[in-house]
């Protein structure tokens, strides 16, 4: 059983930045893909980023590319979604995801455990 659990959600004008981070516990992180979902007021949860388990892998829904960073660390158990020049439609509940052995995906049912999930507000 891993735990995930996000950190780093908050309130932020447009332009601005926040970091989001995910501690993980419980298992082998380095044998997972990690993955950041989000779910707006209303809208289906989308798939935002991933990241293979050797990190050398990384993919984003086009909305983001270039904006936002993910990045791990296997020696602290760790997955940030660095997060730039945020507007308003990134406003979302965010949700870090563990695939046991994955390469990285963008299908949610392909992730085996999931954190609570953070809020993020972008406001106008």
């Known amino acids: 059983q891993v735990l995930l659990v996000e950190s780093g959600g908050g309130l932020v004008q447009t332009g601005g930045s926040l970091r989001l981070s995910c501690a993980a516990s419980?298992?082998?992180?380095?044998?997972?893909?990690m993955g950041w979902f989000r779910q707006a007021p209303g809208k289906e949860r989308e798939f935002v980023a991933t990241?293979?388990?050797?990190?050398?892998?990384?993919d984003y829904i086009a909305s983001v590319k270039g904006r936002f960073i993910i990045s791990r660390d296997n020696a602290k158990n760790t997955v940030d979604l660095q997060m730039n020049s945020l507007k308003p439609e990134d406003t979302a509940v965010y949700y870090c995801?563990?695939?046991?052995w994955g390469l990285g995906s963008p299908r949610a049912y392909e992730y085996d455990y999931w954190g609570q999930g953070t809020q993020v507000t972008v406001s106008s």
């Open positions: 995801a563990a695939d046991h």
């Open positions: 419980g298992g082998i992180f380095s044998r997972y893909a």
């Open positions: 990241i293979s388990w050797t990190g050398a892998n990384t």
